[in-house]
């Protein structure tokens, strides 16, 4: 039997007149995705995307893993492809859908023909195959309103289509389509999601990591690498810049007031990240970071780092509870590699008491104390770079 599969592409829908623009990514996107489990001829129709495996050894189970992790897909389908004649459609349909039919109580038949020559219309094609599903699966009622199954017949130019239920895609905006964004990412939770959350979103992403040798690990950043592994599931390759910043957290350490000494730091990082994010053609950067989660954090703290970025800072956690990014972390399996429990160079040096209300002047003020041009400089020239899952092209 003949399967293809058969996608919904969701918010493109409404793209209007840019909408080929996108979709064209969107198959691109697919097919690069799916180019280690079958070879495929991938087509546009209305706002369905088909794709039939060509030849032989189509891996489709591992093909449909791989689609839900495709952004820009609402939902999707797999489906038997028949001929376009009554008795066969349900003969197909009766044996395709055999194990969903053994493992439900209530169906419906829903018909589509856009081949207006089928000799029968919508309503008999329900009809015709409703009663034979009742008479080889007699335990089954026809349910209307509120099936378990919905069985598809989608009557096309060439094939008769048959499926049940949709799967459900990823959603958002093909990777590709947004431009390109920088993501700060640091070994905890909530960073792998905020990357996660923006790349939905269409962004292609890089990463920018600040290591601060010899107090935190090489294990540390491992550990990162691991993450941005799981984020490329979905963004695909993600360039890494690692930063060498003991030097600037030791300065800062030595010449800058304690209570100040994470705000400082802070808007180093922010200084730095967008340096190199100009420096790769990010048009934006993205943080972890939550309102209040913690003293770097408030709204007084987040002012002060905002003043020194020169371009756009994506927050996309800003307004979420914790237990909200835990969930999504859970969903895309980054939340067992983040608990494991390495330092970050957020965490050396902290003080007891950060200030919760740092003002711009006093920051100010305290960073005069420090060799601002040469402690960027470099820490720039000492960057690290690595490309995280280059099998994923984007
Ligand atoms: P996360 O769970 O993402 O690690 P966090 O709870 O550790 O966040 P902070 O340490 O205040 O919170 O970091 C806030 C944000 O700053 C992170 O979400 C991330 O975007 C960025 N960040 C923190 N540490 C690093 C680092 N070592 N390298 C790059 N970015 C970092
Ligand atoms: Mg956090």
Redesign the pocket.
């Known amino acids: 039997m003949k399967e293809i599969i058969l996608i919904k592409n969701g918010e493109i829908a409404l793209k209007g007149l840019n909408r080929g623009t996108f979709e064209d990514v969107l198959v691109k996107n697919i097919k690069r995705r799916l180019s280690p489990y079958m070879q495929a001829d991938i087509k546009k129709s209305q706002s369905t995307i088909m794709i039939e495996p060509l030849g032989e050894g189509a891996d489709m189970d591992s093909a449909v893993e791989a689609l839900k992790r495709v952004f820009g897909i609402a939902g999707f389908s797999r489906a038997a492809a028949c001929e376009k004649d009554m008795e066969v459609i349900k003969s197909t349909a009766v044996e395709y859908l055999k194990t969903s039919f053994e493992s439900i109580k209530t169906f419906k038949v829903e018909a589509k023909r856009s081949d207006k020559a089928f000799p029968l219309n919508s309503p008999q094609i329900c009809n015709e195959l409703g009663g034979e599903i009742l008479s080889n699966y007699p335990f089954l009622r026809v349910d209307v309103h509120n099936p378990d199954l919905v069985v598809n017949v989608e009557i096309r130019d060439k094939y008769a289509f048959i499926h049940g239920n949709q799967i459900k895609g990823a959603g958002g905006m093909p990777i590709g389509t947004s431009g390109r964004a920088a993501?700060?990412?640091?070994?905890?939770?909530?960073?792998?999601?905020?990357a996660w959350t923006m790349a939905k979103r269409g962004l292609v992403l890089d990463a920018?990591?600040?290591?601060s040798p010899p107090y935190?690990s090489k294990r540390a950043e491992q550990k990162?690498h691991e993450l941005l592994g799981k984020v490329s599931k979905y963004s695909g390759t993600i360039n890494l810049l690692v930063?060498p910043?003991t030097e600037i957290q030791e300065h800062i350490k030595d010449d800058c007031p304690e209570e100040l000494f994470t705000i400082i730091m802070?808007r180093m990082?922010m200084r730095i990240?967008v340096n190199l994010a100009k420096q790769q053609g990010c048009g934006a950067i993205?943080?972890?970071?939550s309102l209040a989660?913690?003293a770097?954090?408030t709204l007084w703290a987040l002012g002060c780092t905002d003043a020194v970025a020169t371009m756009p800072v994506f927050r996309p956690?800003i307004g979420t509870d914790k237990n909200e990014i835990v969930e999504i972390s859970r969903k895309i399996d980054t939340f067992d590699i983040?608990i494991q429990p390495y330092e970050?160079?957020?965490?050396v040096f902290t003080p007891k008491h950060p200030k919760l209300r740092p003002s711009l002047e006093e920051v100010e003020a305290a960073e005069a104390a420090l060799d601002m041009d040469g402690l960027i400089k470099r820490a720039v020239a000492g960057v690290e770079r690595l490309v995280i899952d280059k099998s994923l092209e984007v």
């Open positions: 993501v700060m990412i640091s070994g905890g939770i909530d960073s792998p999601v905020a920018i990591h600040f290591a935190t990162v930063v910043f802070r990082m990240a993205i943080t972890g970071e989660q913690v770097s954090q956690l983040s970050d160079c957020c965490t």
